[in-house]
């Protein structure tokens, strides 16, 4: 027996030890490396100001979107996705933190912005994931300060320029002054332009195409933020005679003046046109913008085609959406300062593994609640800072309903609470409230907040809008 005690069958385990060591590290590496290709990469798509009616699949018969359409008919649309806080920072800080504006403290002022808070690519990246920013950036810090691995045609406020610059229409620009591309450490490029552009669409996707032609073993989140439609309108290449003005039609809501001071009366959004609003300048507005969604479409599909063409179709989540929506004439008004529909609802398409296809749901939901909803696809842990709820089980068809109502809100202005068929409209500053049934009428036309037949619905409304701003710490409410 004692032939089997030497150093012979001792180095014969040590080999044998080793060996199992190594196969259980491959394997090991090989589940990791099986998880890693098993989640999806993420390609969000975000456009700024886009009104939800704007998509030819979603009932618009006149404007130009094949590529949005095609998003619409392979995967999931909200339609009564909603944005909370219709301001550009306002509602992107929202979807960065998955906060509501009172949490994430930019409620009056971006540059109170809460920098404390778990943001969204810091959870992805830690979780294995490179997040890329691509295009305009409208928030604290930067993205590379706020948990993004990297930028690539960063779009931010640079130096205003000497001479005024002038829309499609000949109208001093008053929106995007003195911006410029940029690097993460703050270096200037004003070679590629100053301010908006009218081919800025295809230099955001020309740098989303450069990052998804990268080679990565870790899954991606590539944020392309483009500045269209928000004005200045400015003409794209080629889409100059698309649209005739002549044979454009307002929208259904239009109005030559807002009934009353809505709290942003006199902003800058405002004063894009001259008070009573014209049906003319309204077409001659709405042809522009129409053929900048267009152009930006053009660039989504480039984008998409790379993802076929690099292979990375089947293995990615394309999500497209908008942070607010727009007046553009609707109820006498041009900006997004408001509560109405053609304002707080926004455009939200998902695409992708696990998706339903062709469906469109009614679910009210908000923008942050891409946070929880990008967890789920990254398979990632959601902070407990998080005021905001999945849409995975909206996606697969699990259930029908993300929350009950919705709430809306802008500055010490504007409150809002809607639910499937009611919206009531507090306006503090100026004490006036308005009720309006958006199943019998979708415009928003008829104000039933002060007949006495909708008392208790009126009442109802007013005490669940209250009880939320409460708990969510509204400063008016406290």
């Known amino acids: 027996m004692s032939q089997f005690n030497g150093p012979g069958i001792k180095s014969v385990i040590s080999r044998l030890l080793s060996l199992f060591l190594f196969f259980a590290f491959v394997a090991g590496m090989r ?13 969000f798509l975000f456009a700024d100001d886009q009104r939800p009616d704007t998509i030819g699949a979603l009932g618009n018969p006149v404007i130009q979107t094949p590529n949005l359409d095609r998003l619409v008919k392979q995967g999931t649309c909200m339609t009564r996705a909603s944005c909370a806080y219709p301001i550009c920072f306002a509602s992107r800080t929202e979807i960065l933190t998955g906060c509501t504006g009172f949490r994430n403290k930019v409620f009056l002022s971006n540059r109170d912005a809460d920098l404390s808070l778990p943001t969204l690519p810091a959870v992805l990246n830690k979780a294995g994931y490179r997040s890329y920013w691509v295009g305009k950036w409208h928030m604290a810090g930067h993205p590379v300060s706020r948990g993004f691995t990297e930028s690539l045609g960063l779009f931010a406020a640079g130096k205003r320029p000497k001479e005024p610059q002038f829309d499609s229409r000949g109208r001093i620009v008053t929106g995007y002054v003195g911006w410029m591309f940029q690097t993460d450490d703050g270096k200037l490029m004003p070679e590629l332009g100053v301010g908006l552009t009218p081919n800025i669409s295809h230099r955001f996707a020309d740098y989303a195409i450069e990052l998804l032609k990268r080679k990565s073993d870790k899954p991606f989140f590539l944020y392309v933020n483009f500045t269209a439609p928000h004005d200045p309108l400015l003409t794209p290449p080629n889409w100059g005679d ?30 894009l046109l001259p008070w009573p609003r014209t049906k003319e300048d309204i077409k001659k507005d709405l042809a522009t913008y129409y053929a900048v969604i267009s152009h930006l479409d053009e660039q989504v599909g480039r984008i998409l085609d790379t993802l076929e063409e690099t292979g990375q179709a089947e293995n990615t989540i394309v999500v497209y959406s908008s942070d607010h929506g727009l007046a553009l004439g609707s ?14 609802n926004v455009p939200l398409i998902f695409r992708g593994p696990g998706i339903l296809r062709g469906k469109k749901s009614g679910a009210q939901c908000y923008l942050r609640d891409l946070f929880p909803t990008f967890c789920d696809f990254a398979q990632a842990p959601k902070p407990e800072s998080l005021q905001s709820r999945s849409l995975l089980k909206i996606l697969k068809g699990q259930t029908d309903e993300v929350y009950p109502f919705i709430v809306g809100y802008f500055k010490h202005a504007q409150r809002m609470i809607r639910t499937d068929r009611w919206k009531l409209i507090q306006y503090p500053q100026v004490k006036k409230t308005q009720l309006f049934d958006l199943k019998n009428d979708p415009y928003e036309l008829v104000n039933l907040a002060d007949e006495p037949d909708y008392s208790p619905i009126k009442q109802k409304l007013n005490r669940q809008l209250t009880t939320w701003l409460r708990e969510h710490q509204d400063p008016l409410q406290q």
């Not at 589940?31 to 390609?43: F, G, H, K, Y």
């Not at 997004?336 to 707080?344: A, G, R, S």
């Open 242 to 271: 698309v649209y005739d003005w002549h044979r454009m039609k307002v929208p259904e809501n239009f109005l030559p003046r807002h009934p009353f001071d809505h709290g942003n009366f006199y902003g800058r959004d405002e004063k």
């Open 331 to 344: 109820h006498g008004l041009m900006g997004k300062q408001n509560m109405y529909e053609h304002t707080i």
């Open 31 to 43: 589940s990791v490396q099986a998880e890693e290709e098993a989640r999806p990469n993420i390609l």
